[in-house]
Each structure stands twice: as structure tokens, then as C-alpha cells.
């Protein structure tokens, strides 16, 4: 038996343990260790030493967060527990010293993973950047964050934000109201991370101005968008075409972010994303940055990132039993035998 002791003070106590102690308990689960507290003593306990080590360098890590005022989440504690296992100790408190802007309410908005660390680096130092990977992973969002912050500081004049309007199932002639009524269900989550770190009042304003533009991708055609920054969401819902289009839309003084998620497209069975094509094209040329990120960055509940993995089992598994379905068709079989009977015959 290993016991390691940690000295805390009382007021971020709670912030460590969390409601009901859910984080303590998350972290003995994973850890296979015993955390108690006595009058500001943290008491780590459990039989393998390795383990206890690793607890008791997470806590110290959560504890220096809450001491620099950091409010402790669930997925923050589940990614220190991930990063602990892979012997990234310290990525916790690297991240944490990256805060792209505040919220309207003053809550800072930081990359929570080292693969969003990437991303926003990669945005940062990129004329152009793929953000590509699953739900909850923060890619629209971030990309918000970096464009109204390079907005706000004048590094830019305006900020244009498309998506295509692809119907999942139901046509848009089929909704009430006009064409910008028909389009805003498509753009309402560009909409939302505006407001939250903006302003409802301040994102108004500006698209009175036009300094703010949100608009389907079929708008983009024809014109040159120079000093803007731009983003497209849901880009694996574009042709091709679309996608060379958008591209070649950039003018001068243009900072470019695509985001999209290849797991769920929206298009007809027998049409290739543009996202697809793009990426498999432009992934050697000089300022162009494609950042994929995993279920290992999902940042909403935590339910989600299991909800991923699953989905990528199921799929890889299906992947897999197509192929060996087409291995073992009658057809290819008789294929083969009339093969090697003809390489019989020529020897």
C-alpha cells in the first residue's frame, strides 16, 4: 500500500472534488486509488505505486488550475486522467495558458485539448486551415473565438461565415417564410457562437454594418473576399465544385478556416465531398494546414466522446465486413480460378 499526502486550501476544495465528489470519484475509478480529505490534508491511498503517483500528479495539476481561478469540469479531469496514462503529465496546465478571448459573460474561451491546442496554433500561423473530425470537438466554435478576436483587434475589416444548405431529409421549399428564413436553421449555430462571445447587441450592430456577413455558400460565387476572415462549416456537405470555388474566392489579406466532420455527410450516395477532395489535393502546399481531430478532443459531455467511439467501431466494423464480403463473392472466386487456370495453361 502507497500513500501520498497533498496539502489544499479549504476554498478550492470544492472546485476540486466537485458536486457530490464526482471528480474525486472519477479520478480513484480510473486510478484504482482511495482520495479523502481531513482539514486540508489530502490523503491518496491504493496498492500499485504507479497509480497513486499519477492520481497524485493529476491533483496537483487541478489544484494549481483552481489556485490561478480556473473552473474544474468533468472533461477536464477525464483528459487529465487520459494525459496522465499517455505521460503527457503537464498538458493540463499548458493548455490552460492559452485563453483566446472571453464570453460576453467574461468565461474565457481555451483550446481544453492538446489536438485544439494544434488546431489553433495551426489557425494562428496558416493562411488557410482544415479542421476536420467529430461532434463536440470544438472546431466552429474555436474558429469563432480566432475570428472575432482578430476581428476585434483590427486585423481584419469583416468576418464572413457560410455553410451549404443541404437537406437532411426534408426540403427547404417545404418551410415556411422566405429565403432568409428558409437558410437561418442551417447558419442558427454560427449565429449562436457569435452571440455567446460577442454579443446578441454587438453582433447586430455589426451586420447592419456588413462587417459581419453569415450567408449559404451558393452567395460566395463571383465575388473576391479580400481583408475578411472566413469560415466555412459543414464543408464535407460540398461538391467538388463548390469546394474549388470557395477556394479560389480568397483575396488578399484573408485568413481561411474549414471545418467539417467526414463521418457525416449529407450529399447523395454517388457524390464525393468537396471536403474529401480538398484535403486529399491541397495537404503538400505551403500555408495550408489540415488538423484532424479525434474522439479524444470532444469537449461536450462526456457521454459524447463514448457515443463516438462507438460509432467508429460500428463503422470500422462494417468497413471491414464489405471487404470481406466482396473477398468471398462467387463472382470474384470464379474470377480467380479462371485466372490462375489460363496461367496453367500459358506455363
Same mark, same amino acid.
Given at each position: ?11 478550492? /476544495? ?53 489556485r490561478k481561478g480556473t473552473q474544474i469540469q468533468q472533461q477536464s479531469v477525464e483528459y487529465g486522467i487520459a494525459m496522465m496514462k499517455e505521460c503527457e503529465g503537464n498538458a493540463l496546465i499548458e493548455l490552460d495558458g492559452d485563453c483566446i478571448c472571453h464570453t460576453i459573460n467574461g468565461k474565457p474561451v481555451k483550446p481544453k485539448t492538446l489536438g485544439q491546442k494544434a488546431y489553433v496554433d495551426a489557425i494562428r500561423n496558416n493562411m488557410i486551415v482544415f479542421g476536420l473530425g ?82 449559404? /455558400? ?6 473576391? /473576399? ?66 484532424? /481531430? ?54
Open positions: 500500500m502507497r500513500e501520498l499526502t497533498l496539502e489544499a486550501e479549504a476554498v478550492h /476544495l470544492q472546485n476540486l472534488f466537485g458536486r457530490n465528489d464526482e471528480y474525486v470519484r472519477t479520478i480513484e475509478k480510473d486510478f484504482q486509488v482511495t482520495v479523502t480529505d481531513r482539514n486540508g490534508c489530502i490523503r491518496i491511498a491504493g496498492e500499485c505505486d504507479h497509480n497513486v503517483d499519477l492520481a497524485c500528479h493529476l491533483v496537483e495539476d487541478l489544484l494549481t488550475l483552481s467529430p461532434a463536440g470537438t470544438g472546431k466552429t466554435y474555436l474558429a469563432m473565438a480566432m475570428a472575432i478576436t482578430a476581428f476585434q483587434r483590427e486585423e481584419v475589416g469583416r468576418i464572413i461565415l457560410t455553410r451549404p444548405a443541404i437537406e437532411a431529409g426534408e426540403k427547404l421549399g417545404f418551410l415556411p417564410g422566405d429565403l432568409q428564413s428558409k437558410v437561418d436553421p442551417y447558419l442558427r449555430p454560427l449565429y449562436d457562437a457569435l452571440y455567446q462571445i460577442m454579443g446578441a447587441e454587438n453582433f447586430a450592430k455589426n451586420m447592419e454594418k456588413g462587417l459581419i456577413e453569415v450567408a449559404p /455558400l451558393a452567395y460566395m460565387r463571383g465575388r473576391t /473576399l479580400d481583408n475578411a476572415y472566413i469560415i466555412l462549416d459543414e464543408a464535407q456537405n460540398t461538391t467538388p465544385a463548390q469546394m474549388k470555388m470557395f477556394l479560389t474566392r480568397i483575396g488578399f489579406g484573408s485568413k481561411v478556416i474549414i471545418t467539417g466532420d467526414e463521418s457525416q455527410k449529407d450529399l447523395a450516395p454517388d457524390v464525393r465531398s468537396g471536403l474529401d477532395v480538398a484535403t486529399g489535393i491541397l495537404n503538400n502546399i505551403e500555408d495550408i494546414a489540415i488538423c484532424r /481531430l479525434t474522439s479524444r478532443d470532444v469537449v461536450r459531455h462526456p457521454l459524447v466522446q463514448r457515443i463516438v467511439n462507438a460509432y467508429e467501431a460500428y463503422e470500422e466494423r462494417q468497413a471491414k465486413n464489405r471487404k470481406n464480403a466482396v473477398n468471398t463473392a462467387p463472382g470474384k472466386n470464379h474470377a480467380d480460378r479462371n485466372r490462375n487456370s489460363v496461367r496453367k495453361e500459358n506455363r
